[in-house]
């Protein structure tokens, strides 16, 4: 009895490590509620409404019956319409609309990309910092993750070899995450078309996220894998979603591109999992697609701006070493030359130890490195107010500046 106390869940949910970004933005907010003044970098989201235009849509199909109903658990035609269009449109490559999974957002793409071609056993070559979901996720569906990292020397970015030198018999597929949450690295063209065409050479699924690819900085070029190795198209599973880009992230839909066998399989999968993803949501991404990109332009401008001030001030303090993010919404400094320092007489070992230390003594919540892979790191998000990411960015200069 008292091990079945011990071990009431699953050995299965037991693994599942807790979303360690969700987990710092939740403390943040918990310490606000209590009145501490906590400015929190943890977020994953745009701080903006979403454009009124697909909440007035959203609202005026509430009353539509057709979206009181069951809908194809592959998603409304219409949705699955707009995202082939929206794929031509922004990645140059045409697809059909039976090649498109709408999804509850673009963590059940995920899931259900690792589900549709893993086995027990089979491995994932992960560049590694990496989303704090993704080696969850290849867990659930019986894969095994293999690391492959690359630091601030790197830009955070890997090569054919090292992803070569990973390679085993038993690596079945790569994530190729571009921008990057949390490095806000982007993969240039000739970098993604060689890591594609390696993948091609030996036959290796590619589950590319390309969550956040309108958010590009100081002129980066967009790299699409199968428009840029068209053969690969029978081998890449293409995760999006209208959550970064629209500021949509409570409206949870995403989707899935690929071949036809594998989005067929994953909508099964998926109909007995949720059915179809909720109408009125559908709809509101329906009209983000359909619209234009103004709004996204406007919040891409005001992540710039925010980018840029953000890198100044941390390029100021001592013992970090910043690369430039040239997307997503994330900065990732190391912070290697700040551990085993003294600073106002406390001496961190890791960047977990120098998160909890900044929260306690600056009142400011970053994301350590070990949510994303080794220690080292810290993740800062500028998807916040001006106002605040000066306050918060400044607290950390005097703390870090205070040292024995």
């Known amino acids: 009895m008292s091990n079945q106390t011990a071990h009431r869940a699953s050995a299965r949910l037991r693994s599942i490590t807790p979303s360690a970004t969700l987990a710092v933005d939740a403390k943040a907010k918990a310490l606000k509620a209590q009145g501490v003044p906590v400015i929190g970098f943890g977020a994953g989201e745009p701080d903006f ?234 709809w509101a991404a329906k009209t983000a697609l359909e619209g234009g990109l103004e709004d996204v332009e406007r919040m891409r401008q005001a992540f710039d701006r925010r980018r840029r001030t953000m890198i100044d001030m941390l390029s100021e303090i001592e013992g970090l070493t910043v690369p430039t993010p040239k997307g997503a919404f994330y900065a990732y400094p190391s912070v290697e030359g700040l551990l085993n320092t003294s600073i106002r007489g406390t001496t961190c070992t890791t960047s977990a130890e120098l998160a909890d230390f900044i929260l306690k003594e600056a009142e400011v919540a970053v994301v350590p490195g070990e949510a994303f892979g080794p220690s080292g790191f810290i993740r800062l998000s500028y998807a916040l107010s001006d106002d605040d990411l000066a306050e918060g960015v400044g607290r950390i200069q005097k703390l870090l500046a205070d040292r024995n």
Not at 178 to 199: D, L
Request: net charge negative.
């Open 49 to 282: 409404p979403t454009p009124n235009q697909i909440v007035e849509a959203a609202a005026k199909a509430c009353h539509d019956p057709r979206m009181h109903r069951y809908s194809p658990a592959s998603g409304l035609p219409e949705l699955r319409e707009a995202i082939a269009a929206k794929t031509l449109r922004d990645s140059g490559y045409e697809v059909d609309p039976s090649q498109i999974l709408v999804t509850n957002g673009g963590k059940q793409a995920l899931f259900e990309a690792f589900a549709a071609v893993l086995d027990p056993g089979d491995e994932v070559l992960l560049p590694t910092p990496y989303w704090t979901t993704y080696p969850e996720a290849i867990k659930l569906a019986g894969g095994t993750t293999v690391p492959v990292f690359a630091g601030a020397d790197q830009d955070y970015k890997v090569t054919v070899d090292q992803l070569e030198e990973a390679r085993t018999d038993k690596t079945v597929a790569l994530l190729h995450c571009s921008p990057s949450n949390p490095t806000g690295t982007v993969y240039t063209p000739e970098e993604t078309r060689q890591i594609g065409q390696w993948a091609l050479e030996h036959g290796i699924w590619v589950i590319t996220d390309e969550i956040y690819e309108h958010l590009l900085y100081d002129g980066t070029q967009t790299a699409h894998v199968v428009k840029l190795v068209p053969e690969l198209a029978d081998q890449t599973l293409v995760l999006n979603g209208v959550a970064k880009t629209y500021a949509m992230t409570g409206w949870r839909v995403g989707w899935m591109v690929g071949p036809q066998d594998m989005v067929k399989a994953a909508t099964s999968f998926q109909s007995h999992l949720t059915s179809n993803v909720n109408n009125v949501a559908q």
